[in-house]
């Protein structure tokens, strides 16, 4: 398309949206060589805003762009030239809506894909024509301005967006919001993209645009996934390694590295939900299919989107999962660049020099270094390094993990000094627990005051949610308490060490567990799992799963398959709502006669191949769990066992699923035994000193995380 063609085309839209061609043309010659493409078949807006004037900046939003940007090119195929990004002050409410009239509404053909993604501040805003209500809104660059001592918002609208994203001519639109509109009362934990509610007066121009909106024809149904489902949720973003990321896009974005999409899209929010409960957040992501009445009403949003599943976002049915993808090949042909958003969250901070992964050509990429996101690595082979290429998607094949893995407290800045002080040198006296200022680095919990009562002290999630039996007493000094910490602090690091075994994306044991309410008809299903990897087609799973949550006093059973040619170990571990350890476990009574006080003893749970097995087998365990890992192996948990067998448990704690008393101790002996499982460890004994060794032959870690209710 000619220059003059294209400032001709987009001239109308900015005088709908109230802006000059001299204000359009300052963002940058690259925006309109993206715009002035020809038609093609995906096209992508992808908005973020860390920066906004007299507002306390965000951290991860330009990242979030970043994750989106690398899985459409790498995953989804789309052309970068097609995927146009407004950053920072580039954002202003004027330019994202001209480039969505422009880059999407003018190019879109029926049956494009198109994608929108918003990463920034929300918030709500009354509007004159209605006083009555508030209304949800998006906060760009230019979010507010002073006229004549009255405060004007130049917010877009939710309900501006909908319509916008409805009025493209194809039905294959999806558009993901990570942001929320209530602000928390706490500034407890992760920082939140939501910004108190305004009273101020809209922008005219945004009211009509909204007006000549309402008055077009509406083809489309989009797919609108958010970051919250409810109203109160904050939309969070956390620090990781080395980099910041709104909790939504990265447990989004990983999810659709690693799984082909499933049929539905609450299977998919089944999964990321999963991951940002481990990330310390309780957000629960949402579509316009599952958010409150009052919220659909008040978008005017169709009646329903079920069964329009991720692969709205144009995947191909045969596309595999994987971990990543290289993205640069160095003049020595056998270095290579990669991008690893495609790995759990939990597991890239602690990713280890030698790891593995596999192109599709079979090679092996040797991984040397790692900064956040991004890796190199080596081809293993030097002839195999002309099968090298750009955009080669790489799966997992062998993980190396530290061995000296600590739990990280960050401690709250609301501390004042010497608190700060005393609290470091109490948890110093833990084993295995590190300390650091909350926001500088990550961290696993906050360590902080409450908010009612300031001269109490406790230990908190992420997401700024107490944990329960962990506050101090009333004046009770700051020492005192973190030293009392010491017992829970070795259960969090224990679930800390059996996440990381997580591989539900990369195993290639062909496993599928079906947890389940027990129920005098037939069993009902919660959520199901499997190793989709492992299997010879992939399929996703076909069943829309209801929302995980569990009603009190039910009882449940996990139906595990063991689709393999080789007999399965199994071990399962969680913590209850009360982040207290339990497992599951096999008890035997050794057959000796005449001895009445014969100590039972714990058996390995082994699984057959082609066979299934139920547990417990008595009539169910009751729901009072939050979160299980099911983790497989191919040789016997010795070392689990033996740990499990060390605590002295009462007759009456004989149950199939307990407490787990040393759950520290079982977690390291859990780790050891994977890695005595895997079949490459004589073969890279020189990583094996310090490092546990995984083979994604031998291990699968299956994660299930519920709300009872």
């Given at each position: 398309m000619k220059r003059r063609t294209f400032l001709?085309?987009?001239?109308?839209?900015?005088?709908?949206?109230?802006?000059?061609?001299?204000?359009?043309?300052?963002?940058?010659?690259?925006?309109?060589?993206?715009?002035?493409?020809?038609?093609?078949?995906?096209?992508?807006?992808?908005?973020?805003?860390?920066q906004?004037?007299?507002?306390?900046?965000?951290?991860?939003?330009?990242?979030?762009?970043?994750?989106?940007?690398?899985?459409?090119?790498?995953?989804?195929?789309?052309?970068?030239?097609?995927?146009?990004?407004?950053?920072?002050?580039?954002?202003?409410?004027?330019?994202?809506?001209?480039?969505?009239?422009?880059?999407?509404?003018?190019?879109?053909?029926?049956?494009?894909?198109?994608?929108?993604?918003f990463s920034g501040y929300g918030s709500r805003v009354k509007l004159e024509t209605s006083p009555e209500t508030m209304q949800n809104a998006l906060v760009p660059a230019n979010g507010s301005t002073e006229s004549q001592n009255e405060k004007i918002v130049n917010y877009i609208l939710e309900e501006t967006l909908l319509l916008l994203l409805r009025s493209l001519p194809t039905d294959r639109v999806t558009a993901v919001l990570d942001t929320s509109y209530d602000a928390p009362s706490t500034i407890l934990g992760l920082k939140s993209r939501a910004l108190q509610e305004s009273v101020a007066k809209l922008a005219a121009e945004e009211l009509d645009f909204l007006q000549q909106l309402k008055t077009q024809n509406l083809p489309s149904t989009p797919i609108v996934l958010a970051a919250t489902s409810e109203p109160k949720q904050p939309a969070r973003e956390g620090l990781f390694s080395g980099f910041s990321a709104g909790l939504f896009t990265y447990a989004l974005t990983q999810y659709l590295w690693e799984f082909t999409p499933a049929s539905t899209i609450q299977v998919a929010l089944s999964h990321v939900e999963n991951s940002?409960?481990?990330?310390?957040?309780?957000?629960?992501?949402?579509?316009?299919?599952?958010?409150?009445?009052?919220?659909?009403?008040?978008?005017n949003s169709p009646p329903s989107l079920q069964g329009k599943g991720a692969r709205g976002l144009g995947l191909p049915e045969s596309i595999i999962g994987a971990e990543g993808a290289v993205t640069a090949i160095e003049e020595d042909g056998k270095t290579v660049h990669l991008w690893l958003a495609g790995l759990p969250p939990q597991v890239l901070l602690y990713y280890g020099v030698n790891s593995r992964l596999t192109l599709a050509t079979t090679e092996q990429l040797v991984l040397r270094s790692r900064t956040g996101l991004t890796a190199k690595a080596q081809i293993s082979k030097i002839e195999g390094a002309n099968s090298l290429q750009v955009g080669q998607l790489v799966q997992e094949a062998v993980r190396v993990l530290p061995r000296n893995i600590n739990l990280t407290i960050a401690l709250d800045t609301g501390l004042e000094r010497i608190e700060r002080v005393d609290a470091t040198s109490a948890f110093a006296a833990s084993s295995h627990v590190s300390t650091v200022v909350a926001g500088e680095k990550s961290a696993d919990y906050i360590f902080g005051k409450l908010q009612e009562i300031p001269s109490r002290y406790g230990l908190f999630t992420l997401g700024g949610e107490l944990i329960p039996n962990t506050t101090g007493e009333v004046g009770e000094a700051v020492k005192l308490t973190a030293q009392k910490l010491a017992p829970k602090l070795s259960t969090l690091l224990a679930a800390k060490l059996w996440r990381l075994t997580e591989n539900q994306g990369s195993s290639r044991l062909p496993l599928k567990v079906t947890l389940e309410i027990i129920s005098k008809i037939s069993p009902r299903v919660v959520m199901q799992r499997e190793t989709v990897r492992a299997f010879k087609t992939e399929t996703p799973i076909k069943k829309s799963l209801p929302t995980p949550?569990?009603?009190?006093?039910?009882?449940?059973?996990?139906?595990?398959?063991?689709?393999?040619?080789?007999?399965?170990?199994?071990?399962?571990?969680?913590?209850?709502?009360?982040?207290?350890?339990?497992?599951?476990?096999?008890?035997?009574?050794?057959?000796?006669?005449?001895?009445?006080?014969?100590?039972?003893?714990?058996?390995?749970?082994?699984?057959?191949?082609?066979?299934?097995?139920?547990?417990?087998?008595?009539?169910?365990?009751?729901?009072?769990?939050?979160?299980?890992?099911?983790?497989?192996?191919?040789?016997?948990?010795?070392?689990?066992?033996?740990?499990?067998?060390?605590?002295k448990y009462s007759t009456a704690e004989q149950q199939p699923i307990s407490p787990l008393l040393n759950s520290l101790d079982v977690a390291q002996a859990l780790l050891q035994d994977l890695h005595n499982a895997s079949i490459l460890k004589t073969e890279m004994n020189g990583t094996a000193a310090d490092s546990y060794i995984l083979d994604v032959n031998n291990w699968a870690s299956l994660s299930f995380s519920f709300q009872v209710v």
């Open positions: 001709q085309r987009i001239g109308s839209i900015l005088a709908v949206l109230g802006i000059t061609e001299a204000e359009w043309l300052s963002l940058g010659n690259r925006y309109y060589q993206a715009l002035a493409q020809p038609s093609p078949r995906k096209l992508a807006l992808l908005i973020g805003i860390n906004y004037p007299k507002i306390p900046a965000l951290s991860g939003c330009l990242t979030d762009v970043e994750l989106q940007r690398e899985l459409l090119i790498h995953r989804f195929g789309f052309q970068g030239s097609d995927i146009l990004t407004l950053t920072e002050e580039e954002a202003s409410r004027e330019f994202i809506e001209a480039a969505f009239l422009d880059h999407l509404g003018k190019q879109a053909k029926p049956g494009d894909v198109v994608v929108f993604h940002l409960f481990k990330l310390g957040s309780r957000q629960q992501p949402g579509n316009l299919e599952n958010l409150s009445p009052k919220r659909r009403e008040a978008l949550i569990v009603p009190i006093g039910s009882r449940m059973q996990y139906r595990v398959e063991n689709q393999s040619d080789r007999p399965v170990y199994l071990i399962l571990l969680g913590l209850k709502n009360n982040h207290t350890a339990v497992a599951f476990y096999s008890w035997e009574t050794p057959q000796e006669p005449n001895t009445e006080d014969t100590k039972p003893l714990l058996k390995e749970v082994v699984i057959a191949p082609g066979e299934t097995l139920t547990l417990p087998q008595t009539n169910g365990a009751p729901a009072l769990f939050c979160e299980q890992q099911l983790i497989f192996s191919t040789a016997p948990f010795s070392g689990t066992l033996a740990a499990l067998n060390t605590a």
